[in-house]
């Protein structure tokens, strides 16, 4: 389990969770989730692009996923953000079916781009991938107040100058390096689970940001690091293990929250019989 190769496995990996653990928080709290979906898809039109031309494919994936993301941004403050998602997704797309027609010779990179190729990481690709998600990091950190303004109470953000069309663009920016950065390690289709999972499961448990931020990364550490070890136990995708612990985690998170607030309502009901029922010394009183 702890092989050479397996050792850039466990590294990637982890790059790939704490950087989707810090922005899946801002892809839950904006409502974006449908853009984390849409990015990687369309981003995957742009490897098959660059597969067909023989360049390289992280490339092709940087170009289409950068594209997506202006397109997205241009559109959002015209039309309602799902139709301009959709729209960006739709082009990309078809784009992607129009490369793949034209080539016979890419099953084994268009299979590794969608399911990813977290066991055949070289060392060499750790470099550009940590490199990667360092600039996400900043640029979330550099981004945290507007985008949490932004979120939350958008026209206090607007009375204080904050731009909610350059901050959308900024994120959705940083969006697209994260897809560069983790559909050759994930794969297009679950990278899309590591960045709303266990943001939306770390929810569950707290509203304060910092905390939900520090439990998102925890969860999709946890993910992450847990379904390589089973896979290589059982030797069955790590995929499926990704996307069921991922549910697993989320379902434990609302049952936790619906637990809770059960329990607070029940309190309140107690605190409310008990304040209007008399005391017995206003009994004896009167």
């Not at 853009?35 to 369309?42: F, K, R, V």
């Not at 507007?146 to 731009?163: C, H």
Request: proline fraction near 4%.
């Amino acid at each position: 389990m702890f092989s050479a190769f397996m050792i850039n496995a466990w590294e990637a990996s982890t790059i790939v969770a704490l950087i989707a653990g810090i922005v899946g928080f801002f892809t839950v709290l904006r409502g974006a989730s449908f853009a984390a979906h849409a990015l990687p898809n369309g981003a995957f039109a742009g490897a098959a692009g660059a597969s067909l031309v023989g360049i390289s494919t992280v490339l092709g994936l940087g170009v289409f996923a950068v594209m997506g993301a202006i397109i997205i941004a241009s559109l959002g403050h015209r039309v309602r953000s799902d139709v301009a998602t959709a729209l960006a997704m739709v082009v990309m797309l078809g784009l992607g079916a129009l490369f793949l027609s034209m080539t016979t010779e890419y099953a084994p990179q268009i299979y590794s781009l969608l399911f990813g190729e977290i066991l055949g990481i070289s060392s060499t690709a750790l470099v550009p991938t940590a490199a990667m998600g360092a600039v996400c990091a900043v640029a979330i950190f550099g981004l945290y107040r507007p985008l949490m303004l932004s979120s939350l109470v958008p026209d206090t953000a607007e009375a204080r100058g904050i731009s909610a069309v350059r901050t959308e663009i900024g994120f959705l920016l940083v969006l697209a390096l994260v897809t560069t950065m983790a559909v050759p390690v994930v794969g297009t289709l679950l990278i899309f689970s590591l960045l709303v999972s266990p943001a939306a499961t770390a929810r569950s448990f707290t509203k304060r940001p910092g905390a939900a931020m520090g439990i998102s990364v925890a969860f999709a550490l946890t993910t992450v690091w847990a379904a390589i070890a089973v896979s290589y136990v059982t030797g069955l995708p790590i995929g499926f293990f990704v996307g069921a612990i991922g549910a697993v985690l989320y379902s434990a998170g609302r049952a936790w929250a619906s637990w809770r607030q059960g329990a607070r309502t029940t309190h309140r009901k107690a605190d409310r019989m008990a304040s209007s029922s008399p005391s017995p010394r206003g009994r004896w009183t009167s």
